[in-house]
């Protein structure tokens, strides 16, 4: 397979470069973008082997080509529409879409738009545009396969096609698990920032103490496995060894387990239908106790607000994504508190007459932008989108 990694220098894109090291005969690497993390980016690539590097800050791309100017090594490309051009342009197969945040979903869509398969970790895509997402990838025969752990899980599961009942996302309830709203009230950025588990960019540890990331799931796995949102449920599991579950239609309940490394779900996109080797430590169960929650939705409203916006449909789901990820920028730059993220996104919500279809990007592209433009006016903060 050869690929463009979208989002190189993150969580997931490490752990695809570490995917790679162990994998390099199997792999070969077209492209990588990133923001501005720029030298890290130009080492990347020196190491994969890309053909060339796009970084969407085009002063960082400035910057890396005058400090490398006459070395060898991949053509550096800056700004948004050379990137966009590059994907679209790509020697490539695959593409991991691993950017964060709504700033994903144009290189997505000219991937799914050129046929490649996408190994999808960026959730806000299909949450901010699924409709439009899926209509794409159908049209252009592309196949888009879960990078997300819970939807990899899912995914797994249901490789061999039986017909199922109930999909089940684990959640392992974020650092607040067991809080009250009266407990939340002065969390810091920095508590907030403490997953018990897992190892992710500032945005989506927000999200997952919020409990907005579980919900952003259930949007994601809605338009993934096209099913009705009454057969999507929610499981609080603290352990995350359980990764999600399916339970088919005789009652069985097939579970994807194992270490919360991301690497896993990284890897099952690349080789899917195979399976390659990976050097990750065997799991020892013995000892091991799982246990299993309902989700507190009057502590983390913002798990029920996301499903509410999901079954609405149209361009509510687009808001809500705008919405938090302006409210979550602002918790970061502590400006508002962290209970006033869900009160943000449900006054946005509230405000939303639900104007317009998904007929295209455009429409995508206005309610995003009257989402952020609303939670700036309503916090002062900055309604800046992915450009």
């Known amino acids: 397979m050869r690929m463009v990694v979208l989002g190189a220098t993150g969580s997931v894109g490490q752990s695809a470069y570490s995917v790679f090291e162990q994998h390099a005969d199997r792999v070969a690497v077209d492209g990588l973008v990133a923001r501005q993390d720029a030298e890290r980016l130009w080492e990347m690539g020196i190491r994969m082997g890309a053909r060339w590097i796009a970084l969407t800050d085009a002063d960082a791309a400035r910057r890396l080509s005058q400090k490398v100017a006459g070395k060898p090594g991949p053509e550096i490309l800056g700004g948004w529409s050379e990137t966009l051009d590059a994907v679209r ?23 799914l738009e050129r046929g490649m398969t996408v190994m999808l970790a960026n959730k806000e895509t299909l949450v901010a545009a699924g409709d439009l997402v899926t209509r794409t990838a159908d049209r252009a025969g592309a196949r888009i396969i879960p990078v997300d752990s819970e939807h990899s899980a899912i995914f797994q599961c249901l490789g061999s096609g039986e017909p199922f009942r109930r999909i089940i996302l684990t959640c ?6 067991g809080r009250t709203r009266n407990e939340l009230q002065h969390v810091t950025v920095e508590e907030a920032l403490k997953h018990p588990n ?6 989506i540890t927000i999200d997952s103490a919020t409990l907005m990331n579980k919900g952003l799931e259930v949007i994601e796995a809605h338009h993934l496995f096209r099913v009705s949102y009454d057969v999507i449920d929610v499981v609080v599991h603290p352990q995350s060894v359980i990764h999600s579950m399916v339970e088919f239609v005789d009652g069985a309940t097939m579970a994807q387990c194992g270490f919360p490394d991301m690497r896993v779900p990284v890897q099952v996109a690349m080789s899917w239908p195979e399976r390659w080797p990976l050097d990750v430590p065997a799991f020892l169960w013995p000892g091991q106790q799982l246990e299993f929650a309902e989700p507190d939705l009057d502590t983390f409203r913002l798990l029920a607000l996301a499903r509410q916006a999901g079954e609405q449909g149209g361009l509510y789901p687009t808001v809500l994504n705008a919405a938090n990820e302006v409210a979550v920028q602002a918790f970061l730059e502590r400006r508002i508190s962290f209970l006033d993220i869900a009160q943000t996104v449900e006054d946005t919500l509230a405000d939303y007459a639900g104007v317009g279809t998904m007929a295209s990007l455009d429409d995508v592209l206005e309610a995003d932008r009257w ?17």
């Open 89 to 111: 342009g790509a020697d490539a197969t695959h593409v991991l879409a691993a950017m964060s945040g709504f700033a994903g979903l144009a290189p997505t869509m000219a991937a």
């Open 198 to 203: 897992w190892s992710m960019g500032p945005k």
């Open 172 to 177: 392992s309830g974020g650092p607040f698990r």
């Open 371 to 387: 989402g952020r433009q609303r939670v700036a006016a309503r916090i002062g903060t900055s309604a800046k989108g992915p450009k």
